[in-house]
């Protein structure tokens, strides 16, 4: 199992994070705006087994997932250095849904999407502002998401960013502390630091999933943790 992390998360959450697997540490420079430029959810996008990138992703990353034998594909667009050109892969995809900005998604990577649902939101950051749970259930620290999803008939938490750091801004948002895989759940974090901590326990244990809390202190936003099979 191999994690794409953001470099800067707490080292803690780095060394209890090897235990379930490899590591590679994520950065960049002069792409993006500091506060996202380590963030993998900006420069990357899941779809079934392929791995999205933007074409501005630093080489050297490119290089050890082809090594690894990762199956990956450029993306159309770099990555810019503000929003909404900084978002252009931060897109939500599950086997069922597609959520995004349609306006800012890149090209090729909504070619990707077969017959998944499109569902359009005005936040271009969806991945950091929504983590997709099973179960058609997703966590999400946007209202406007929020509203959008529970039109569709969708089972959602929705919690406060407040307390979740985020180096450079005043919060971070909760689908940018967490990474799934299977039925675990990985958290830049420890949710006793977060005031809504409770409600997203009982929320993932109504779910069956194993909660791993990375360290013990407050939630931290790095972006995600992608995790690939």
């Given at each position: 199992?191999?994690?794409?992390i953001?470099?800067?998360?707490p080292?803690?959450a780095?060394?209890?994070?090897?235990?379930?697997?490899?590591?590679?540490?994520f950065s960049?420079?002069?792409?993006?705006y500091?506060?996202?430029?380590?963030?993998p959810?900006?420069f990357?996008s899941?779809?079934?087994?392929?791995?999205?990138?933007?074409?501005?992703?630093p080489?050297e990353?490119?290089?050890?997932l082809?090594?690894k034998?990762?199956?990956?594909?450029?993306?159309s667009k770099?990555v810019?250095?503000k929003?909404?050109?900084?978002?252009?892969?931060n897109a939500v995809i599950?086997?069922?849904?597609f959520?995004?900005?349609?306006k800012i998604?890149d090209?090729?990577l909504?070619q990707?999407?077969?017959t998944?649902?499109?569902?359009n939101v005005?936040?271009g950051?969806?991945r950091?502002?929504?983590?997709?749970l099973?179960?058609?259930?997703?966590?999400t620290?946007?209202e406007?998401?929020n509203k959008?999803?529970?039109t569709?008939?969708?089972?959602?938490?929705?919690v406060n960013?407040?307390?979740?750091?985020l180096?450079g801004?005043e919060?971070g948002l909760?689908?940018?502390?967490?990474?799934?895989?299977?039925?675990r759940i990985f958290?830049?974090?420890?949710?006793?630091y977060?005031?809504?901590?409770?409600?997203?326990?009982?929320?993932?244990n109504?779910?069956n999933?194993?909660i791993?809390?990375l360290?013990?202190g407050?939630l931290?936003d790095?972006?995600?943790?992608?995790i690939?099979?």
């Amino acid at each position: 199992m191999l994690f794409i992390i953001d470099k800067n998360i707490p080292a803690e959450a780095k060394s209890n994070l090897t235990h379930f697997g490899e590591l590679l540490e994520f950065s960049s420079e002069g792409i993006t705006y500091p506060q996202i430029s380590n963030h993998p959810d900006i420069f990357f996008s899941k779809v079934d087994n392929t791995l999205y990138y933007s074409p501005n992703t630093p080489e050297e990353y490119i290089q050890l997932l082809i090594s690894k034998g990762i199956k990956i594909s450029k993306g159309s667009k770099p990555v810019g250095l503000k929003y909404p050109h900084s978002a252009l892969y931060n897109a939500v995809i599950t086997e069922r849904f597609f959520i995004h900005n349609q306006k800012i998604t890149d090209t090729n990577l909504m070619q990707s999407i077969g017959t998944r649902k499109i569902i359009n939101v005005k936040q271009g950051y969806c991945r950091c502002s929504l983590l997709p749970l099973k179960n058609i259930s997703f966590i999400t620290s946007d209202e406007g998401i929020n509203k959008k999803l529970l039109t569709e008939d969708l089972n959602i938490l929705k919690v406060n960013p407040d307390g979740i750091i985020l180096p450079g801004e005043e919060y971070g948002l909760f689908g940018g502390t967490s990474g799934i895989s299977g039925d675990r759940i990985f958290i830049v974090g420890n949710l006793n630091y977060f005031p809504e901590g409770n409600k997203v326990r009982d929320f993932l244990n109504n779910l069956n999933y194993e909660i791993i809390e990375l360290y013990n202190g407050p939630l931290f936003d790095g972006g995600s943790i992608l995790i690939l099979e």
